[in-house]
């Protein structure tokens, strides 16, 4: 039940992070008429695409650990 719990909480923090870092990525393509969008959305989309591209890769070896473990 805990390993269940883990992989509920890494979805729950991986996918938004994605999405979030797509939207900041959105946001700065389309705001080209402030140069300090890079300013501000560079450091966020560095934290938060690769964080939750990580999580899921979590959740993924964790199952894959599972499925070779039994």
């Known amino acids: 039940m ?3 719990n ?3 909480i890494l979805l729950i923090l ?3 992070c994605g999405i979030f870092g797509l ?6 393509v389309h705001d080209t008429y402030l140069p300090g969008a890079i300013v501000w959305l ?4 560095g934290f938060f695409v690769p ?3 990580y ?4 959740v ?7 499925i070779m473990g039994k």
Request: proline residues 6%; charged residues 20%; without cysteine.
């Open 2 to 4: 805990i390993r269940k």
């Open 6 to 8: 883990k992989i509920i």
């Open 14 to 16: 991986g996918i938004p």
């Open 23 to 28: 939207y900041f990525t959105a946001l700065m």
């Open 42 to 45: 560079g450091p966020l989309i």
């Open 51 to 53: 964080t939750g591209i």
């Open 55 to 58: 999580l899921v890769i979590l």
């Open 60 to 66: 993924i070896v964790d199952e894959f650990r599972d």
